[in-house]
């Protein structure tokens, strides 16, 4: 089960993801950040806190968006992964070609 | 030798039931909770593999996963009759070519052979058999 809240604050916006990515329902992660780029969304904050497990389809949107996002100069960061969580970023190597931040606080100041 | 046994229809929402089958039996072995989070997420992504590409989400067909727990080792075996998917001789992509075409699948087998210690895969017949491994540290 995946929940997607999507809040927006004067500078960013902010995509909190509840529950599972995987292969069934990460077509819904795409299309949120999709939503967000067509409104012309400058800084995107990703909210992992409520995120228990995320499978390569997860991490492929994300990975799918890390060259549009650095031409279109758009940023991105995700905050409060759990550890499990975060180990499988750390696996790929996206801890590298994300950012990726431990809480909100230190997200906002990447932007 | 404890043996645990699941048939999986070829559905994606039916991986959820996958991985809680999963880490049921891993809670009972000596992986830590990051490893047993991990071999979870190997066997969903070759499970999720088989369920797309190799049965085209056909919920009338369905894979076999069996878990056994044998001294030091945990064994994964995952049947289907599907076209065969050796994922051993797959060559998986470069991370940084994944980016660069903005592909969003390729990293599922290189998470699977980054987690496992090691992948088996034979097909006899129209069986296909991939097996994963996974080394248990002595309680």
């Given at each position: ?17 509840i529950g599972e ?85 230190d997200a906002v100041?990447?932007? | ?139």
């Amino acid at each position: 089960m995946l929940k997607i809240e999507t809040s927006k604050n004067s500078n960013y916006t902010t995509i909190k993801l509840i529950g599972e990515v995987d292969a069934s329902n990460s077509v819904e992660l795409d299309e949120a950040i999709v939503a967000l780029v067509e409104t012309d969304t400058k800084n995107i904050l990703v909210d992992g806190s409520q995120l228990e497990y995320i499978s390569s389809a997860g991490l492929g949107v994300f990975m799918s968006y890390i060259e549009d996002f650095n031409e279109k100069k758009i940023g991105l960061v995700i905050f409060g992964l759990n550890e499990k969580v975060f180990h499988v970023f750390q696996i790929l190597g996206l801890d590298q070609l994300i950012n990726i931040k431990s809480s909100k606080e230190d997200a906002v100041m990447e932007l | 030798m404890m043996k645990y046994e699941l048939k999986l229809y070829c559905e994606t929402s039916r991986l959820s039931d996958l991985r809680n089958f999963l880490n049921k039996i891993l809670q009972d072995t000596s992986l830590s909770e990051i490893e047993q989070h991990q071999v979870t997420l190997a066997v969903d992504e070759v499970c999720a593999n088989l369920i797309i590409h190799s049965h085209g989400c056909n919920s009338n067909e369905s894979i076999q996963i069996s878990v056994e727990k044998e001294k030091g080792l945990l064994k994964i075996e995952i049947t289907d009759s599907g076209d065969g998917f050796n994922i051993t001789e797959y060559v998986e992509p470069e991370i940084a070519q994944v980016k660069k075409a903005k592909r969003k699948g390729g990293l599922g087998i290189i998470l699977v052979k980054k987690i496992m210690d090691k992948i088996e895969f034979e097909t006899s017949g129209l069986q296909n058999t991939c097996r994963l491994f996974k080394n248990l540290k002595s309680k």
